[in-house]
């Protein structure tokens, strides 16, 4: 028996589609004052995924940190094994859409926050940015 699945409509996007385990955050991110670029770990003290890889997960948060250093640490991360495997921002910013599209990691914007909370419950999901849609698999 085929399960319904929730699909949430999201405003832009780029990128190949992917399925891949999530992680969902809360007050930003940037990839440069965020992830550790030796071990890849999340490393903000005391932040409630702090310690936790992210790469080769759909990383989902409210909005995106950092300015033109931000776009060449994702590109760094990726050749190192360490970048998230998409981006999925309510609102992310112009730096981190050429740093993405540089790393050629799938991005996406523009999602209503009504959504945020059925996706910190999801564990895996995919990112189609051709049709505009976030699809919550489990």
């Known amino acids: 028996m085929n399960k319904i699945k929730n699909v949430i409509p999201i405003q832009k996007a780029f990128g190949d589609p992917i399925t891949s385990d999530v992680v969902v955050l809360t007050g930003g991110f940037s990839p440069r004052y965020h992830l550790n670029r030796v071990t890849g770990e999340f490393s903000v003290e ?6 936790q890889k992210v790469s080769g997960k759909i990383l989902v948060c409210d909005y995106a940190r950092g300015g033109i250093a931000a776009g060449w640490a994702l590109n760094m991360l990726k050749d190192k094994g360490f970048a998230p495997s998409a981006l999925v921002f309510m609102k992310a910013n112009p730096v981190m859409v ?3 599209i540089f790393a050629d990691i799938p991005i996406a914007e523009g999602f209503d926050e009504a959504y945020f909370e059925l996706l910190k419950q999801s564990t895996r999901i995919t990112l189609d940015a051709e049709k505009k849609q976030i699809i919550i698999e489990s």
């Open 98 to 100: 050429q740093g993405a």
């Open 46 to 51: 005391g932040h409630p995924i702090d310690g």
